[in-house]
């Protein structure tokens, strides 16, 4: 059965998986001491616009949230976020887990608002008890968000300053930063990013890649003895070049940015399908992420033909599902979708 | 300057701190194996209509929701509380620093309703991603609330039913306890909140001891090793005599529902006087605390005079804030707030 | 019967309970924010000969050792302390709570021997795997050591270079402070320790009163926040001034001392009965604790008389028992211990 | 130039790579509800001799004890470990971030003996004082050890049955666990470590996989909601085909024991080698991993022509290195070995 469940259905993009078996026999250092490590982290480094940005590779998101945030953030402060962000959701509480509290914060679109950030900070500070309360010590967003939604360079710019005015780092969650950087509808590049953000990982996982993310530190901000404290959390890799090849991979020929161009052709192909069958969008998405509203019926007989992801029940009647496209999403695939929509 | 600052502005009751200096000379043995805390423990959960309850005590408020909430918690659970709650917004992210999120939920009048809490755990629970988000597995209320409201028996009732129909505990923090049960306004017993919660605590702090929690576990369900889990958190006291002899005393006499009566008459009158200076209620209390709105000229003026404290900022020129009534407040002190708003 | 089980058997120092009598009434502020906190810190940084040292007030050793310990290390580092250090064996793991490890080093006579802590640091980053290791980022001593040995000037001064060239801080752990300044043979002086340490504590637990410890952060080095942190770990009495105001006593005419040198002196008298008696020390301790060594049979015979505390098994037949003298030691309760054991 | 740094120096062995070449265009379920992860637990279980037994896949060593030991311990309790045990000395911390102990035992050969353990045990319960202690809750061991030695069958039968008495899961860290089985030297196998463990590891990373660890719970005692607990330590991976298909891999044909053979083969050579060039054994090890002792010359020497690893210092002159023998030890890569030695 033809599958949009995720961006994480199939193994990795080809060219990675080749460049692992080209590698395979090479003796190297463990634990992320190894060339094809050095060589990612400068490719990276480079892309971003900020040769001398600390790049740093971990295995996956939540892994990569918590280690970047408890590393981070000082005893007495927490993170601030939206209410529907990953690490206020859907991370098993794997940021408390660090001893740090998750400060929610009103979402729109799932994006936290310039505006809103600035009334929580102001407020915060004019509290008179806000010793007794959780100081916010960075802020999380993410980009997309989990609705698929982008920040316009107005925005980002906007949080940027607000963290720069409190001293707190922004902290940007790029589990899927290859499709924003696609989507036609952004005005946002990845220079931007680095230079608006303190710290932001370029998710690997669901762009091609079998596992792996890569954390930016823009500042030279890098935790010291970060090594020390990944391997505190359990997240170190004894093969790191795992995670070094794939990257290495990824950033070579534009690779990164080739997968999330076409996730995003084939994205805007769905959106077009769904609009033929008829279908609400739960949210307009521009990148690879599809929100869709079903009744509770044609959602039970379209899962007999094709695999998507419950999102959430929007009421009685209707459900919001998820569509997701991916290196691996073909004209076929698409083409499948089309007809057990119209079919039916 | 006549003080409303706080509940915890003066020491402790005088018939409190007698027995301390009675008892001072006894030998008795540490961390809390001694007559005064058994007694004082046997006595409570007479009170209480539960005489097989496990009584322990603790030293603060803070102290004692981390150490139940962590102790009473699965791994993978969180504990849901009020948006308001104390534990929400007032410990510091003193249940977060324990590894566990506080799942927040909308309030009314600082109380989570019962509605709100049904469709919270029927939603979790429906929804194909639960596992991948923090298991509600406790249920936290305030009795009297951060707003110094009160959950009826009915309310009560329903957020226990739904406890137990999820079988998970619900727990009430009865920091003011005393102030509920003596107010004019409550249907709801001592008892009542025995049979209805899994566990509570009986709040000294802030009902004439100098410090001290007496947490009841209503249904022989104290966590195993309970000392050790305190020790581990700091919280034992090496002369534990100081909690025992105090709770033995609160619990001797009535006194303290005779002290909570005391402040619970004084609130009423408070609150008569504010109708007479034409203040507003920012919300209708029934308990010991009362929350009124001041012009923020008026407050510049009043805080001349009288001491109080700020709650939050209504809006540009109006400010919240507390005025609370104990055991020491007296009838000139009240006198002393009329002459001051009268006065202006 | 006549007690020695320890230095908390008794209530306050009947000093300290009159001044809390004495303060009861008057109005304060909550969270030691008082006049009395205050008063006490400025008397306890005087006497300390670093009158801009900044003192906080806590509530018991464990509580004090964990806030201490964790607010001042980093995230990688972990406390290096003797093997039979309280911080190792008798806080239920209250450091490793908090997310550090104790690492264990040899001791002597419960105490690290500079010689000891310097090959450890120099093995430590000799260690070519040191990054996956847990960094020594603080030593904590504790003096009188749990076997009540002291730490002579020039071993202090050894530990404290060591220190100093590795940049951690040195914490001690006074939890019976006054009992090694009161010793006969000790050459170190409050202003030695303060001089030497980066941080220690004076405890008022163990030497009369009700509870509470004094932290002394010498070289401006309080963690920001320090409050907060506090209150986090559920750490922050509401009534502060419960601390304050017995601080205040302990260091009003040299009654922090008086009380020491009172039940120095009961200890030396006692370690002359035991030698009367024939009983051999287990270690020869010049502070308020005394380590006898006794068979499990005079063992037996003895508990029926007088109360003291299990120590630990020497072998199949024998047992070593600890022997505290306090404030509240009298020389009718030495005569008592006297006939318990010529009477045998 | 040859290495025997590690055993995880090359990629994953050809045929587990080929079969993540083939599989990779499938679509799968995410987060290890997959086909592939089915299929090798099941084979896993049969290889064990427990078809009920529970598997779970992770991805890292480290990350596996973090959460097996934190999801099995009760609050009050910590890990007993040898003195050298990997969780003791070289996760950086790991089980302490969890908030629990390693307790430290005293260790042969890098082995607890069972008399230690039971002593221990004993004098644990025995002590008066143990309920402000942290109380014994499981028992780990490594299997080869860290230092390359093996528990006979005896050793674990004995571990097992005082464990059983204690009511305590005794947990094996079987990071280079094919190599322990495969050694000329065990009387241990599989089915009877599955026996005589509560839970267990089958180490994947460092014989033949790219990363990966497959725990046993032997006695349906995972705990619940596993994988919640495990998302919440940021140990799940979206894309848990990685580690399915590559244990299906390991336990086909053989695979995982023909990969471990080698080595062991391997490392015999390498050990005639060693006397050959008139080296000295540190300890004598069965299994893939050899301890051998340089003086500080010959290992500079040495270390221009073959890389290996340091060890520790043995004195002044001397230090211990290691040399790993993994699937991708060849004759050739030996007989390099013997040249560079018989040359200097």
């Excluded at 599958?3 to 080209?22: K, N, Q, T, W």
């Excluded at 050095?38 to 480079?46: D, L, S």
């Excluded at 729109?108 to 309360?133: A, S, V, W």
């Excluded at 997968?259 to 307009?284: T, V, W």
């Amino acid at each position: 059965m033809v599958s949009f469940e995720s961006d994480y259905i199939c193994g990795a993009h080809p060219e990675v998986l080749r460049r692992l078996a080209e590698t395979n026999l090479e003796c190297l250092g463990g634990y992320g001491q190894d060339a094809y490590c050095e060589r990612a982290k400068a490719k990276i480094a480079r892309a971003a616009g900020l040769p001398d940005a600390e790049v740093e590779l971990l295995v996956g998101g939540t892994q990569t949230n918590a280690v970047v945030i408890s590393t981070m953030l000082a005893d007495y402060e927490g993170v601030a976020a939206a209410r529907t962000g990953h690490v206020s959701t859907h991370e098993a509480g794997a940021i408390e887990y660090t001893g740090h509290k998750v400060l929610e914060l009103p979402q729109t679109d799932g994006k936290i608002l310039p505006e809103i950030l600035q009334r929580f900070l102001e407020n915060f500070y004019k509290d008179e008890n806000h010793e007794h309360m959780v100081f916010p010590g960075m802020v999380y967003i993410s980009h997309p968000t989990e609705y698929g939604t982008l920040y316009s360079k107005e925005e980002l710019t906007g949080l940027s300053e607000i963290c720069r005015k409190y001293s707190i780092p922004l902290y940007l969650d790029g589990a899927r930063l290859g499709y924003a950087l696609a989507s036609r509808e952004t005005d946002v590049t990845l220079p931007d990013i680095a230079r608006l953000c303190d710290v932001f990982y370029i998710g690997g996982t669901k762009v091609g890649a079998l596992c792996g993310e890569a954390v930016v530190f823009t500042k030279r901000n890098r935790p010291p003895h970060f090594l020390t404290s990944v391997k505190k959390r359990g997240a170190l890799l004894a093969k790191g070049r795992l995670l070094g090849v794939q990257f290495d991979a990824l950033f070579t020929d534009d690779l990164y940015f080739r997968i999330s161009r076409h996730a995003i052709r084939m994205a805007e192909r769905m959106k077009e399908i769904f609009a033929e069958a008829g279908l609400s969008l739960y949210i307009d998405s521009p990148t690879n992420q599809q929100f869709v509203i079903l009744t509770n019926e044609r959602l039970a007989e379209l899962s007999k033909r094709v695999a998507f992801s419950f999102w959430e029940a929007l009421d009685e009647n209707h459900t919001v599902v998820r569509f997701a496209a991916s290196w691996s999403t073909t004209e076929e695939d698409l083409e499948a979708l089309r007809e057990a929509l119209l079919a039916e």
